[in-house]
Structure formats: structure tokens, C-alpha cells
């Protein structure tokens, strides 16, 4: 299979073309960089020295025999994407290239405007470019958990069966996004599932847990394909940031009283649904979502296995409950749907202490990397960046 | 009170303005005058001869004796906006300012990116600006009817409870809108609500149904007053366009079987819609949804309605089924709710014969004006405009 992998130099972008790449299908990345740059405008870096596209790209040549193609574009820029689809042809398009940080959506007015209008307008670009170009290709989108919030109710994949005064409908299931970010997956939502309907566009849109873990089968079979490992406040996210916090001395980052559950993913699961997904592609106009998570955790008790786990590695941690900078339910109900994609041959890996070891063994292998000034949240809810 | 109309020149706008001057509020107009533009792209015009808004200012000072102050500006420009309301600081800043058709934003590519970016980004920044401005302003927003389509449940006012697996939640009702344009309304809930829980901002959505009539007590009062009235196949909405079609013989425009249903309001109750949202505000961090219609018809029994009050006048009119160029139910449930404004003291105008005897007197009077070649559907939902 032809897939183009949208956001191919990122943090999930880069291990799922790798993955896919070795199992055999024909892979592009088109990815504008602007990734790279928010780490200069924030004056953080990644944990891990990752290196530029084009020697990680050159090392998996060199190190699989198998070519994968790049695509420098933005996709807010028409010209750029519908040059790649009219070049790549791909048979399906893994859509990565959004701006992914609630943090970074916060931090005032400007960086509110930009990620709905990087996100939105990007999106809106691609179904115009598959419409146009590769009408029967299966866009392969990334939603999040958090375009749900956290409703008193299970939460369904997708849609919602809903019986009210004596009548009966399957509805798009209700939204309550957390943050400006989290508001665009909800606007791409609504713009895709339109747009399959119309055009007749197949689409699947993966809701998609925190994400922990850094390393694949692929990334780690030579240095030069390791892949981001963020522990900033901005783009890094609770499992992994706590195993830095704990290498690095500092207590680990529990905001407010730490109820607040949600589902995670190992990386190593989230190609395998990609592929999953790739794999299995819905029918011509079909807007099939599939919540991509395996297990449910709260941030407190999350917390509590970094630093049992850093404890055996003779590291002391302490849980410590910061004041929340976010505006969210700190305890709710909390129960997610998750077996389509169990369903269609996903074997999860659960969260355990060989994962947690390799985690917090990494922080330690890169300790020296490690800016404690980077940590403690800046960017409020309430007010943007303080 | 001090109300800020955004949109103000627009064909909503411009009689609520007068609406709300006239009662005694102090009125503030902020437009960027591109729905004039429309006009002169799609080489279209309003069956009125609607004039220049400083001339039309003068007038109503002239004739009422109040002032209504202009802001030329565009709301995706946010230091415009950011003057505006630091020199103006209004009570109320009631938002028309959005480009409001679904055709337009069928059109192609451009326009629907055009419609999500001026839309979405307009309104972003009027939230900011509101935030850290006037924090107290209560934001009155058009929002549609069409936001929910056609579901085979009632539709309430914004929110629904839901009852699921034996669990209860009070829910954002689900949405599905059937255009690009429609698409940015839903878009615009979405972030509105959110900014009320993160920042305590007051606002009332308005999904407000077709609107017809041209006519308030206001306009009325001089020639130069007067109202727009689109009947072009982009911005014409279904009751008026019929009404000209009928003066101008050409068959009525029904799409497809005509029994889509949809909400309609007369233009003196969207006025009065207006004041009693401004006159009832909510309370700070509320978001409250009114749905903005008075009377449930669907487009065959509306276009029944035209032709046998044609007839009276001496006019024999021909109801025509087309096929229809956009993607929508032809036959469906519908029953929304529509309480909250009649609670709060709306009296409707429902439609009866004495409007529509004026609206086809409207379109004879103007019959020199009227285009017969802007009539019918070009914008398709499946290709754009063909």
C-alpha cells in the first residue's frame, strides 16, 4: 500500500513511518518542520538527541534497505499538498500534521488563533486535495480522548444510540473539548464526517489516548532513528514527563487532586493501529471513528507507579499535587469504549514495569539533557502564560 | 445600554441597529463592509436599493434624532476589534459578522476556506478581545437552526439530557450541519462555550431559523432606511426568493421533494429576539442557547403558501421541483423546541397572508430590478459551483 504520513518527522509521525515501512508498504512523509521550531520559540528540547529528517531517513535506508520518501510542505498551503498527492498517489493518508499541545493553545490569543487555523484550514485543505485528486484514498485522521471530555456517561466510539421522547437516533456523540487544541479535533471532526458524506470521501478518525513510551521495534535499532521523548510543559505528556521529573529531582507534577482519568497508549500500539486501521479501510463515504486507547488511568495513581518503579532503580520521587493550571473536573466518572480496534487484531501492551524501567533508565541515560527549568506549568487556563 | 452591532450594515444587522436605537439604546455599528463585496463577485444585487450606511445613518438621524455610531472593521483583524471595544466598551456586543451562506461556502475550495477562516478566527478574536477588555459584555451571537440538521429526535434549545446505561448527563446537543457555512456556526458553539467555563464570559446563542421579510417599523420610516432583500440562488433565503420568482415568472425553486422541513422567523421577531436576549443577560461563565424561530414549514407547503397569495394579486405561479443541488434529507422527522425566548416575552409574527401580499408587492415594485439569470441553483454541494 502507498501511504502518505502527514507530521512524519514527529513524535508519533516518525515511529508510525518507520513501522510501516518495514512491514512492507511504500511510504512519503510530508511534514513542514514548524514541529522543530516551536521547541526554539519555547527554548526547550527534546530528551533525546534526535536528528534531522534527512539522515534519519538516509540511516533507515541504510539499516532496512527500504526508501521512504520526503516531502517538505505545509499543509495550510494548498499548492504544497495537492503537488504530493498528485506525485505520491497514495492509497492512504496518515494525518498527523496538526498542532497537538493544549499547552501551546493557551498560551494567549495568538497561539489560540494559530492552531485552529493551522488545524482547521489544513484539514479542510486535504479532504479538498483527496476529493480533487485521490478521491478513493482512506484518510486516516488523529483525533483525541479529549474531544469527549469527561461527560457523566459512558463514552461511546464516535456516536451514540440515543432514545429521547419515545424516538430513537445514532447521533455523533456529544463533545466537551478542554482547551483550544483539543476544540480544533472537534471542528476536523465535524468538517470530516461532512465531508464524507457529501463526497462520498472514506475516513477514519482515530481518538487517540495520552500516548507514553518513546521507543519501537524500529526507532531502536540505531541511534540515529531515536524519536522525541518531550518532558517540557508544553508538549510533554504525564508518563513521560514523570519519569524526567523523577531522574531530574524535582516532584512529580500532579495538577490538583490528580482524579483526573483518562485513557493512555503505548506508542508501540499506536502504529500498530495505524496499520490496523490502514489495513482495514472503511467503505466509500464511511466516517468510522475507533477510540485508540488500551487502558485508563488517573494522573494520581499514574504518579504513583513512576515512583514505585523509579524506587527500585534507587531513586526517591515525590507525588506532589501543584496547584491546577488547567480548568477541569479534578474527579468524575470516567469509562470509555475501546474494543473496535481490539476487534480488529490490536494486542495491546499494558502499562508495566519493564516499560516504566526502560522510561526512567532512558531520563537516566540522558540526565545531562535534562533543563529543570522547563518543567513546572506556566501556561493557566485562566490567563494564557503567566 | 450600550450595544455593539457587529455586521450592522448586513440584512440582519442593519435593521436591529435601528431596532435597538430606536428603544433607546445607544448603538454602535462595526462592519467591514465585505457582504457589499459578495454582491459585486457573485454579480449579484439586492432586489432594494439599499444604500451607502453613512447615508443611512444621516437618515435615521434625521428622522428619529439618534446618533448610531460607525466602526468600519474586520473582525479577523483583532486590532481593529480591540479599538472598537476599548473606545465604544459596550454592555452587549451582538455578533452578525459572519459570512452566512451556504452556498457561498460551497462554492469551491477558497470559499469554503474563506467562510471557516472569517467565521472561526472573527470569533476567536471577539472572545479575546471581550475577555480582556469589556469582561462583563454579554456576547449575543447568530448562531442556525441548522446546526442540528435533520435529526429523528426533538431538537431542544442547545443542550439534551441524555440517558445512557443507566448514567444521566445534561449534554451539548448533537450537531449535524450541512454545509461549510453551517459547519463554522457549530464551530463557533463550540469555543464560545468553552471560553464561558474558562472565563466566566457571558453568552446567548441564537440558533435562529430562516428569516424572511424585509420590512421592520424602522426601515419603513424612509426610503433611504430601507432593508436589503436577496434573492440570488448564493444569499437568498427560500420565502423571499420565492416571492420574486413568482413577480418574475419563473417557476418556484423547490429542491428536490420539498419536504425538508426547517425553523422560519419573521425580521421584526429576529429584532425583538435580539432585544430580549440583550434586556435578560446570563449570569458570568453562563452559556445559554434559545433556538430562534417561530413556526416549523417545510419548503413545498412554503412555496404553496407564495403561489396562492400570488394568485390573489392577480399573479399565476408555477411550483417546480428541481433537482436538488445539495445534499440534505428530503423527507424527514422534525419538531424543535422553541420556548425560551416566548418565556422571556417574544410575540411572534407568524406568517400570514398580509406579509406575503407585501413581499410580492416588494418584488412588483422592484420588478425592474429583479435578474433572472441569479435565480437558479449553480453552487452544487457534490462539485461546487458548475
Given at each position: 500500500?502507498r501511504i502518505l504520513?502527514?507530521?512524519?518527522?514527529?513524535?508519533?509521525?516518525?515511529?508510525?513511518?518507520?513501522?510501516?515501512?518495514?512491514?512492507?508498504?511504500?511510504?512519503?512523509?510530508?511534514?513542514?518542520?514548524?514541529?522543530?521550531?516551536?521547541?526554539?520559540?519555547?527554548?526547550?528540547?527534546?530528551?533525546?538527541?534526535?536528528?534531522?529528517?534527512?539522515?534519519?531517513?538516509?540511516?533507515?535506508?541504510?539499516?532496512?534497505?527500504?526508501?521512504?520518501?520526503?516531502?517538505?510542505?505545509?499543509?495550510?498551503?494548498?499548492?504544497?499538498?495537492?503537488?504530493?498527492?498528485?506525485?505520491f498517489?497514495p492509497d492512504a493518508v496518515?494525518?498527523?500534521?496538526?498542532?497537538?499541545?493544549?499547552?501551546?493553545?493557551?498560551?494567549?490569543?495568538?497561539?489560540?488563533?494559530?492552531?485552529?487555523?493551522?488545524?482547521?484550514?489544513?484539514?479542510?485543505?486535504?479532504?479538498?486535495?483527496?476529493?480533487?485528486?485521490?478521491?478513493?484514498c482512506?484518510?486516516?485522521?488523529?483525533?483525541?480522548?479529549?474531544?469527549?471530555?469527561?461527560?457523566?456517561?459512558?463514552?461511546?466510539?464516535?456516536?451514540?444510540?440515543?432514545?429521547?421522547?419515545?424516538?430513537?437516533?445514532?447521533?455523533?456523540?456529544?463533545?466537551?473539548?478542554?482547551?483550544?487544541?483539543?476544540?480544533?479535533?472537534?471542528?476536523?471532526?465535524?468538517?470530516?464526517?461532512?465531508?464524507?458524506?457529501?463526497?462520498?470521501?472514506?475516513?477514519?478518525?482515530?481518538?487517540?489516548?495520552?500516548?507514553?513510551?518513546?521507543?519501537?521495534?524500529?526507532?531502536?535499532?540505531?541511534?540515529?532513528?531515536?524519536?522525541?521523548?518531550?518532558?517540557?510543559?508544553?508538549?510533554?505528556?504525564?508518563?513521560?514527563?514523570?519519569?524526567?521529573?523523577?531522574?531530574?529531582?524535582?516532584?512529580?507534577?500532579?495538577?490538583?487532586?490528580?482524579?483526573?482519568?483518562?485513557?493512555?497508549?503505548?506508542?508501540?500500539?499506536?502504529?500498530?493501529?495505524?496499520?490496523?486501521?490502514?489495513?482495514?479501510?472503511?467503505?466509500?463515504?464511511?466516517?468510522?471513528?475507533?477510540?485508540?486507547?488500551?487502558?485508563?488511568?488517573?494522573?494520581?495513581?499514574?504518579?504513583?507507579?513512576?515512583?514505585?518503579?523509579?524506587?527500585?532503580?534507587?531513586?526517591?520521587?515525590?507525588?506532589?499535587?501543584?496547584?491546577?493550571?488547567?480548568?477541569?473536573?479534578?474527579?468524575?466518572?470516567?469509562?470509555?469504549?475501546?474494543?473496535?480496534?481490539?476487534?480488529?487484531?490490536?494486542?495491546?501492551?499494558?502499562?508495566?514495569?519493564?516499560?516504566?524501567?526502560?522510561?526512567?533508565?532512558?531520563?537516566?541515560?540522558?540526565?545531562?539533557?535534562?533543563?529543570?527549568?522547563?518543567?513546572?506549568?506556566?501556561?493557566?487556563?485562566?490567563?494564557?502564560?503567566?
Amino acid at each position: 500500500m502507498r501511504i502518505l504520513v502527514l507530521g512524519g518527522d514527529g513524535y508519533c509521525g516518525w515511529p508510525t513511518a518507520l513501522y510501516l515501512s518495514d512491514r512492507g508498504h511504500e511510504i512519503g512523509i510530508f511534514d513542514s518542520f514548524i514541529r522543530r521550531t516551536w521547541d526554539h520559540e519555547l527554548g526547550v528540547q527534546t530528551l533525546t538527541d534526535i536528528r534531522p529528517l534527512h539522515q534519519r531517513i538516509a540511516k533507515w535506508k541504510e539499516v532496512s534497505g527500504k526508501e521512504i520518501a520526503v516531502f517538505p510542505g505545509d499543509l495550510t498551503r494548498y499548492d504544497h499538498i495537492e503537488r504530493v498527492l498528485e506525485e505520491f498517489r497514495p492509497d492512504a493518508v496518515v494525518h498527523y500534521a496538526e498542532q497537538r499541545s493544549a499547552p501551546y493553545s493557551m498560551i494567549d490569543r495568538e497561539h489560540a488563533v494559530f492552531t485552529q487555523y493551522n488545524n482547521v484550514i489544513g484539514t479542510l485543505n486535504l479532504l479538498f486535495g483527496i476529493r480533487d485528486i485521490v478521491p478513493d484514498c482512506h484518510l486516516v485522521k488523529l483525533g483525541t480522548m479529549g474531544e469527549y471530555g469527561t461527560p457523566n456517561i459512558d463514552i461511546e466510539e464516535g456516536f451514540i444510540e440515543i432514545e429521547h421522547k419515545g424516538r430513537r437516533d445514532r447521533l455523533p456523540f456529544p463533545k466537551q473539548p478542554g482547551s483550544f487544541y483539543h476544540l480544533t479535533k472537534v471542528h476536523d471532526t465535524n468538517n470530516i464526517f461532512f465531508a464524507c458524506k457529501i463526497w462520498k470521501i472514506r475516513a477514519t478518525d482515530l481518538n487517540q489516548g495520552v500516548v507514553y513510551g518513546t521507543v519501537t521495534e524500529q526507532t531502536m535499532r540505531d541511534p540515529v532513528l531515536v524519536n522525541r521523548f518531550d518532558y517540557d510543559e508544553v508538549f510533554g505528556t504525564a508518563l513521560n514527563r514523570f519519569c524526567v521529573q523523577a531522574v531530574a529531582g524535582i516532584p512529580l507534577t500532579v495538577y490538583g487532586k490528580g482524579g483526573q482519568t483518562r485513557g493512555f497508549i503505548d506508542i508501540r500500539d499506536t502504529v500498530r493501529c495505524i496499520e490496523i486501521a490502514c489495513d482495514n479501510p472503511p467503505a466509500p463515504g464511511e466516517f468510522r471513528v475507533f477510540n485508540q486507547f488500551t487502558e485508563q488511568f488517573n494522573v494520581k495513581d499514574l504518579a504513583e507507579k513512576v515512583r514505585s518503579a523509579a524506587k527500585k532503580l534507587g531513586i526517591e520521587a515525590e507525588v506532589k499535587h501543584y496547584e491546577n493550571p488547567r480548568i477541569e473536573a479534578e474527579e468524575h466518572y470516567y469509562n470509555a469504549a475501546n474494543t473496535k480496534l481490539i476487534d480488529l487484531g490490536l494486542e495491546p501492551h499494558y502499562l508495566d514495569e519493564s516499560l516504566l524501567d526502560s522510561l526512567v533508565n532512558i531520563a537516566l541515560e540522558n540526565k545531562n539533557r535534562i533543563d529543570p527549568n522547563v518543567i513546572l506549568p506556566r501556561v493557566t487556563w485562566a490567563r494564557g502564560r503567566t
